[in-house]
DNA sequence: ATGGTGGCCCGGCCA
């Protein structure tokens, strides 16, 4: 099974480089983040035609995220209660082909002396939470999505330039580590050990040309998924070309036993 | 270079 999850930074914006990334992806499970649609307003029919099925979790300008699979979509849960109220809607799940997959939108946390930061790390402390409530270590679950945080210092360009920015800070790693310990591992990660991996180039500033980048968009997977695992990509041809999305997608391809 | 770009949608906010 190939699971997939891309920040498209507004799922209107981007359709036409989903539709031709899906074509040559052929992902059976893709997690999208950062929709910036209502539910309403979520083209089911455009997914429907290249044999997907979707569920989307959003209300409209910022955020939303949403589940494509072509291997069955069942059990669809949004949201994270009061959480997910204050900060927009961020995260939905599904049953896909035997696995329990979420796509997260993380908070991205602005600044530490935001009042946004601490939200941002009671949302992965929320994460945890639903996860444990709703998901078991030895199943196949995949939580998917931008996760805001790069794991370690070897996922960003140059550490010296975040030092006192947010997605680096030891709290929110050590909150991403505390929802890994539930059960889960960053299989890229472990299949890949160079550095300069980057998921995420700011639009600005020529940063993608000038591999000025973060990886932040991960696939955590239970062992039993992580043990399937064969290949994994961060595909940076789709952050090239006409009106990418700022990150590139990132696909894994396990077996589910 | 205290900017830069791009998406929301037209005045700033968000990333």
Redesign the pocket.
């Known amino acids: 099974m190939r699971i997939a999850t891309w920040n498209v ?2 799922l ?3 359709l036409f480089r989903i539709e031709e990334w899906i074509q040559y992806a052929q992902p059976d499970v893709l997690c999208m983040q ?1 929709t ?1 649609l209502a539910d309403a307003a979520f083209p089911h029919g455009a997914f429907a035609t290249l044999g997907y099925e979707t569920a989307h979790h959003g209300d ?3 955020n939303g995220v949403a589940i494509a699979s072509r291997v069955g979509l069942a059990e669809v849960s949004t949201g994270m209660g009061s959480l997910d109220d204050a900060q927009g809607p961020r995260l939905i799940a599904a049953d896909c082909g035997g696995v329990r997959v979420l796509s997260v939108y993380v ?2 946390g ?1 600044s530490l002396d935001s009042e ?1 930061y601490p939200a941002k790390l009671a949302w992965l402390a929320r994460l945890r939470a639903v996860v444990e409530e709703s998901a078991a270590p030895d199943r196949p679950v995949a939580v998917c999505g931008d996760f ?1 945080v790069a794991p370690e210092d070897r996922d960003v360009w140059d550490p010296s330039k975040f030092q006192g920015a947010t997605h680096v800070s030891q709290p929110e790693r050590e909150a991403l580590a505390d929802l890994e310990k539930w059960g889960l591992v960053d299989v890229f990660r472990r299949l890949y050990d160079d550095g300069k991996l980057f998921s995420w180039w ?4 020529g940063s993608f040309h000038k591999h000025q980048g973060m990886r932040i968009d991960l696939i955590l997977v239970t062992e039993v998924l992580a043990r399937g695992t064969t290949y994994g990509l961060i595909d940076r041809n789709a952050r090239k070309g006409q ?1 990418p999305s ?1 990150h590139a997608p990132v696909l894994i391809d396990t077996v589910v036993g």
């Open positions: 930074n507004s209107p914006a981007r950062e910036k409209g300008r910022w908070p991205n602005r946004h805001n700011d639009y600005r500033a009106k700022d």
